[in-house]
């Protein structure tokens, strides 16, 4: 397992300075700020993403690099390659959230960042959504590669923001008793994403193994 882990981290460090100049780059209209609050959680958001973002990666460089026949040669059972996975996808969504986190705690300290509850239930809805895309991402690049899955998990995640989006333009949606039900959101959500994190496991342990490579 820790070799498996190891092949992902080496796989993804060309991309590191990419990433490190795509986060610089967003720091800039937080200090920029007068208030800070929505940059700080923008920032979080920022971060978080770039860590999903890395599950994409990943397997785009097990394809390029032909590592998904190796690695069936190697002493590795299929559910070990698909918990890899899983753990290194959670290990950057964490990085990517604690840097955010740290990043907006040096502009607090700072003062140009406040690290108020707004903040963290940002953090409470970022750990869910980071939690359901991994759900989401890992079983479907498994079923269907990673250049169709791509275009579903972009539909999948569109359609409601749009619907929601139109719906709230029309005013459909009673933003009064949505801002009212954000804590107990932050709070449930992120136990809805473990819930679909270890259904998603199963699943995709599920579709590897029946899967021919």
């Not at 009064?176 to 804590?183: F, H, K, M």
């Amino acid at each position: 397992m820790r070799g498996l882990l190891r092949k992902e981290f080496l796989g993804i460090r060309s991309f590191f300075k990419m990433y490190a100049f795509i986060i610089a780059i967003c720091i800039i209209p937080v200090a920029a700020a007068q208030d800070g609050t929505f940059s700080a959680g923008f920032a979080v958001g920022i971060c978080t993403f770039i860590g999903i973002m890395m599950c994409f990666i990943s397997f785009n460089y097990d394809v390029s690099s032909k590592w998904n026949k190796f690695v069936l040669t190697l002493p590795f059972t299929r559910e070990q390659i698909v918990r890899s996975k899983y753990l290194f996808s959670l290990i950057m969504v964490g990085v990517g959230m604690g840097l955010g986190l740290a990043l907006s705690a040096v502009l607090a300290a700072a003062g140009q960042a406040k690290l108020d509850t707004g903040l963290l239930l940002a953090a409470g809805f970022l750990t869910a959504c980071a939690l359901l895309s991994v759900s989401i991402i890992i079983p479907l690049v498994f079923k269907f590669g990673v250049e169709k899955s791509r275009i579903i998990v972009i539909v999948i995640f569109l359609v409601p923001f749009m619907t929601f989006i139109a719906l709230s333009g029309n005013g459909a949606v009673d933003e009064a008793a949505v801002r009212g039900a954000l804590p107990l959101l932050a709070r449930l959500l992120p136990l809805c994403g473990i819930a679909a994190l270890a259904v998603s496991y199963f699943v995709s342990v599920r579709i590897y193994q029946k899967k021919e490579e």
